[in-house]
């Protein structure tokens, strides 16, 4: 069994910034890519930003040049550091693992509002 814990989540105003952690334990054999995905109300969950084990990064274009993946593969942890932040930010993030599956955290809101 393995669980992901997100954290980091808040209310920040308009160019604001936030890190988003996600710390994954449990019975992990090996974890290949992990990723944040974001859900924002009435709209369906949709990647944001990807890293490969071997620190190969991708990023949706509408996040691109202002947030910044990161892993620490030592401590199984996932980093999103988000600057820059817009209303249309807003939403529940998400992180995964590819393991021997996917594994998905239970999320964490991020609100932009002034």
């Known amino acids: 069994q393995v669980q992901l814990v997100e954290s980091g989540g808040g209310q920040v105003q308009p160019g604001g910034s936030l890190r988003l952690s996600c710390v994954a334990s449990g019975d992990i054999f090996f974890i290949n890519t992990m990723q944040w995905y974001r859900q924002a109300p009435g709209k369906e969950r949709e990647q944001v930003a990807t890293?490969?084990?071997?620190?190969?990064?991708n990023y949706a274009d509408a996040v691109k040049g202002r947030f910044t993946i990161a892993r620490d593969n030592a401590k199984n942890t996932l980093f999103l550091f988000m600057s820059s932040l817009k209303p249309e930010d807003t939403g529940v993030y998400y992180c995964?693992?590819?393991?021997?599956?996917?594994?998905w955290g239970q999320g964490t809101q991020v609100t932009v509002s002034s």
């Open positions: 890293i490969s084990n071997g620190g190969v990064t």
């Open positions: 995964n693992l590819l393991s021997d599956r996917i594994y």
